[in-house]
């Protein structure tokens, strides 16, 4: 499959515990935070979003976190599956930039 | 299905002849966007487009140009490749900006 990073921080957790993927963003003016898995091959793929008004969003088996505070963003993965094995990058936008800026993304690893 | 075509998904070439990567969305939107992504240095927007016939530079758009004569459509240019460009590119569409986009499976260049 296609390299998306050589040295990229690696996650390994073993299938059916929780996963907690962290990413530091940039700019305290960003209002708009995004995660996006990548599997080998293919194109980032949507996951979850959170606009700066909130800290917690749900979704199916994701939460995501956001502390303005510190700028730290999280993916949390809730009884973590083979199929969750992926690239997960952050990515953040702020009004005036026009573009999401990305992260250098973390690889998760499930053990079976 | 709601997707983003990029065609080739693989292409290699020499220095200097000019080639194209097209990309087409069949969900309407408005925003589209190309990225090229390279090991250890994530996603990198090279052009983007708010909408038909506005076009506007991201990150790194040396050695690139783009087109918007459509909505759906969004081509990547690339007049005189150099080895420099060889990498994994993406392009994206969304609603706008803010808000999720969906990727292509990606082009993989390789200049010789």
């Known amino acids: 499959g296609e390299s998306v990073g050589l040295h990229l921080p690696t996650l390994s957790v073993q299938e059916g515990d929780n996963s907690i993927i962290n990413c530091a963003y940039s700019n305290s003016a960003s209002d708009y935070f995004i995660w996006y898995k990548q599997e080998s091959g293919k194109g980032p793929q949507f996951i979850i979003d959170?606009?700066?008004?909130?800290d917690k969003r749900q979704g199916q088996r994701v939460t995501v976190l956001l502390n303005k505070t510190v700028k730290h963003l999280s993916l949390q993965i809730a009884a973590t599956q083979p199929g969750d094995s992926a690239v997960y990058f952050c990515?953040?936008?702020?009004?005036?930039?026009?573009?999401?800026?990305f992260g250098s993304g973390t690889r998760l690893q499930v053990q079976p | 299905e709601a997707q983003v075509t990029q065609n080739p998904r693989y292409l290699i070439t020499v220095t200097g002849k000019k080639l194209t990567v097209t990309c087409s969305q069949n969900m309407n939107h408005e925003y589209m966007s190309w990225y090229r992504q390279d090991p250890g240095l994530g996603l990198r927007q090279i052009y983007y487009s708010m909408n038909v016939e506005v076009t506007d530079k991201g990150d790194v758009p040396e050695g690139y140009k783009v087109s918007r004569k459509e909505k759906r459509n969004f081509p990547l240019i690339l007049e005189s490749p150099s080895p420099n460009q060889t990498s994994l590119y993406f392009c994206a569409s969304s609603w706008t900006v803010d808000q999720p986009q969906h990727f292509g499976d990606g082009t993989r260049l390789s200049i010789l």
């Open positions: 959170i606009r700066s008004n909130m």
């Open positions: 990515a953040e936008f702020y009004t005036g930039r026009r573009a999401l800026t």
